[in-house]
């Protein structure tokens, strides 16, 4: 069965340190997302893309995230200039279609030190 | 405000008991998702909930959808230690491309 894979699977970086967190969505999927879920807490939905734009983020979403389809497989999600509270596991998923079943990467556990 | 609230948030039982737990969401909805996730994994989709009154059975779970209350619930029947995990209900709101999850219900169950 096709799935999301995400990389890599853990991401170690320095406070104020850009960072990059890689996506293959599924192959024939034209939505893709990023959700974040700190430690012991609820998954919390960032941002979503569609037509090679953000159809919609959140209020986390801010001036020091961005997104990008660098290519027809890869979704990224670049973090500028990382802080401590940015620690989290962040999960990719994507869609057949706008609100259809979303499937999950296996998610990508970022470490800010 | 879209919210989901799920109850309880933790949950502690003994194997071959029965119990149910509920998500609540605050708007119009017709798609709500359970999940499972076992401790430092991904989110495995258990079940997707498409109209009022929707049912779907796998295994000891068994998850329905009541649009008009705005509520599901996911009931496990004769629980094995293999569910001990964290559930999470999510709903797609009506009109938002975007998912919005419970706080989730840790599930630990005693042999």
């Known amino acids: 069965e096709p799935e999301v894979t995400q990389t890599p699977s853990h991401q170690v970086t320095q406070m104020g340190q850009e960072v990059i967190l890689r996506c293959v969505p599924i192959?024939?999927?034209?939505?893709f997302y990023w959700y974040r879920q700190i430690l012991g807490q609820k998954v919390e939905f960032l941002v979503s893309?569609?037509?090679?734009?953000?159809?919609?983020k959140s209020e986390i979403f801010d001036d020091q995230f961005s997104v990008e389809r660098p290519d027809g497989s890869n979704f990224t999600l670049k973090i500028r200039s990382t802080k401590l509270e940015d620690s989290a596991m962040y999960f990719c998923?994507?869609?057949?279609?706008?609100?259809?079943?979303?499937?999950f990467g296996d998610g990508t556990r970022l470490s800010i030190l | 405000e879209l919210k989901v609230e799920q109850n309880p948030l933790f949950l502690s039982m003994q194997e071959g008991k029965n119990y149910t737990i509920y998500c609540n969401y605050s708007?119009?909805?017709?798609?709500l998702y359970w999940y499972r996730q076992d401790p430092g994994k991904s989110l495995e989709s258990l079940f997707v909930?498409?109209?009022?009154?929707a049912v779907k059975q796998e295994g000891r779970l068994m998850a329905s959808l009541d649009t008009k209350a705005r509520l599901s619930t996911l009931h496990i029947t004769a629980a094995v230690h293999d569910l001990s995990a964290t559930y999470f209900c999510?709903?797609?709101?009506?009109?938002?491309?975007?998912?919005?999850f419970g706080k989730g219900t840790r599930l630990h169950i005693l042999p």
């Open positions: 998923a994507s869609s057949v279609g706008a609100r259809q079943p979303q499937h």
């Open positions: 192959s024939n999927h034209l939505y």
């Open positions: 893309f569609y037509n090679n734009e953000i159809s919609e």
């Open positions: 708007t119009t909805s017709d798609r």
């Open positions: 909930l498409l109209s009022n009154g």
């Open positions: 999510a709903v797609d709101f009506i009109r938002d491309d975007k998912i919005i």
